[in-house]
């Protein structure tokens, strides 16, 4: 079964607005998630790692400001869209490793982000 | 950082023919390399993976192969079947652990012709 849960699914929001996506790890806690970016067509890339009880880490190119992430607890790490544009409008997903020492990744069900 | 160049973008086989994806690496220190397959709007789903200390490993009719002095890995299906028809990303992380994101392919568009 699932191990890892995203909402929304789906979100629709206009242009200015700010938008939270939650993943939550079902099974265990989990100190480190991730956070994927997919544009349609496109591969998934890497934005950042979020670490439980620190800041996350971004990629480079990821701006900390726009794409805000929380991990306040063992089981959710949040991203925040800050001030969604039309060119934010991507499926997010998350994800989580399989337990310390495992290499396993496992993702959430994304979420499609459309911004009017 | 880690770049990975997958190969080919899109793959049309017949149904029962076997298929294969190519996928090459930059950076040495990578030694976990998965594969993924997705489904249009679904989450990407783990099929296998492999290790840097493994050359082959096989999983009913998936296998994977990796060659690390040339750096490359390549995922095999064989008597492919309809459902076989997705979308497939291989990956790389530069350290094990899990305490690292993955690097993607671009992906290959596999269409199962019946």
């Known amino acids: 079964g699932a191990v890892v849960s995203q909402h929304p699914s789906r979100v629709i929001c206009k242009s200015g607005t700010s938008v939270k996506i939650e993943c939550r790890s079902l099974?265990?806690?989990?100190?480190?998630m991730f956070w994927y970016r997919q544009f349609p067509k496109q591969s998934l890339m890497l934005m950042a790692t979020?670490?439980?009880?620190?800041?996350?880490?971004?990629e480079q190119g990821v701006e900390k400001d726009k794409f805000l992430i929380n991990h306040a607890s063992l089981t959710l790490s949040t991203l925040t869209v800050t001030s969604a544009h039309p060119e934010d409008s991507s499926f997010y997903i998350c994800?989580?490793?399989?337990?310390?020492?495992?290499?396993?990744?496992?993702f959430g069900p994304g979420t499609r982000l459309t911004v009017l | 950082g880690e770049n990975v160049e997958q190969h080919p973008s899109t793959l049309s086989v017949q149904e029962g023919d076997s298929a294969v994806i190519k996928c090459t690496y930059s950076?040495?220190?990578?030694?976990?390399f998965p594969w993924y397959k997705q489904e249009l709007g679904k989450r990407p789903q783990l099929i296998i993976d492999?290790?840097?200390?493994?050359g082959e490993k096989k999983d009913q009719r998936i296998a994977v192969t990796l060659n690390k002095t040339a750096k490359h890995f390549s995922l095999h299906i064989t008597e492919t079947q309809p459902e076989d028809s997705a979308v497939y990303f291989c990956?790389?992380?530069?350290?094990?652990?899990?305490?690292?994101?993955?690097?993607f392919g671009k992906g290959t568009h596999l269409i199962i012709q019946p």
């Open positions: 979020s670490n439980e009880g620190s800041k996350a880490t971004y």
């Open positions: 950076d040495s220190a990578s030694n976990y």
């Open positions: 990956a790389a992380r530069e350290s094990g652990g899990g305490a690292d994101g993955l690097t």
């Open positions: 099974d265990f806690q989990a100190t480190t």
């Open positions: 492999i290790r840097s200390n493994v």
């Open positions: 994800s989580r490793g399989l337990g310390a020492g495992s290499d396993t990744q496992y």
